[in-house]
């Protein structure tokens, strides 16, 4: 059973920096988009960023310009580069890869706070 394994949450200060990482416990051959979620306490899990198998990303409006996701196919491996963040970014953030199946990493939890 395909497992993706989530790394590189933990606390930061606003304005503070991390880079998450989800990597699957076995390549998974054809990927058709990856992607980076979100879910904070009495609310929805969001879309933060895309990425498809040709590179074409997607973004939330509220991260746009601070975010970035970036994913190596082959690796079936994606990570996400976050910049200036921001209280409101708090949540545990989930990775995602569409193949022939879906696949959910187990949620990494990121608090933004002084």
């Known amino acids: 059973q395909v497992q993706l394994v989530e790394s590189g949450g933990g606390l930061v200060q606003p304005g503070g920096s991390l880079r998450l990482s989800c990597a699957a416990s076995?390549?998974?051959?054809?990927?058709?988009?990856m992607a980076w979620y979100r879910q904070a306490p009495e609310k929805k899990r969001e879309l933060v960023a895309r990425?498809?198998?040709?590179?074409?990303?997607t973004y939330v409006e509220s991260v746009k310009g601070r975010f970035t996701i970036s994913g190596d196919n082959a690796k079936s491996t994606v990570y996400l580069q976050m910049n200036s963040l921001k209280p409101e970014d708090t949540a545990v953030y989930y990775c995602?890869?569409?193949?022939?199946?879906?696949?959910w990493g187990q949620g990494t939890q990121v608090t933004v706070s002084s």
């Open positions: 076995r390549t998974l051959g054809y990927i058709g988009s």
């Open positions: 995602y890869q569409r193949g022939l199946s879906d696949y």
């Open positions: 990425i498809t198998s040709a590179g074409t990303t």
